[in-house]
């Protein structure tokens, strides 16, 4: 039910950094949990980072180190710096919440490509 909208995804060669902003409709401290989940061509929808309401993290092993997710908690946005990409980063990146008890939400996804 929460409007979820991403943005920064772009073409960037192997090496580089990009940082990825989602802007929630409503309080993000309203939300359970917020992340970040990609999926390539061919390949199904996987979690990347998420951040719970009380701030705690998960990452996934293949980005642990290179990605951080974060929180500006008055502007009701989440953010994925993404640094070192590699090609096989590339897919369209998905910002997602979930408020317990209630369906997922899901933004419209952004495309990360990295290409030299």
């Known amino acids: 039910q929460v409007q979820l909208v991403e943005s920064g995804g772009g073409l960037v060669q192997p090496g580089g950094s990009l940082r990825l902003s989602c802007v929630a409709s409503?309080?993000?401290?309203?939300?359970?949990?917020m992340g970040w989940y990609r999926q390539a061509p061919g390949k199904q929808r996987e979690s990347v980072a998420v951040?719970?309401?009380?701030?705690?993290?998960n990452y996934a092993d293949s980005v642990k180190g290179r990605f951080t997710i974060s929180r500006d908690n008055a502007k009701n946005t989440v953010y994925l710096q993404m640094n070192s990409l590699k090609p096989e980063d590339t897919a369209v990146y998905y910002c997602?919440?979930?408020?317990?008890?209630?369906?997922?939400?899901w933004g419209q996804g952004t495309q990360v490509t990295v290409s030299s």
């Open positions: 951040i719970s309401r009380g701030g705690s993290t």
């Open positions: 997602g919440g979930k408020v317990f008890g209630t369906p997922q939400s």
């Open positions: 409503t309080s993000i401290l309203s939300i359970d949990v």
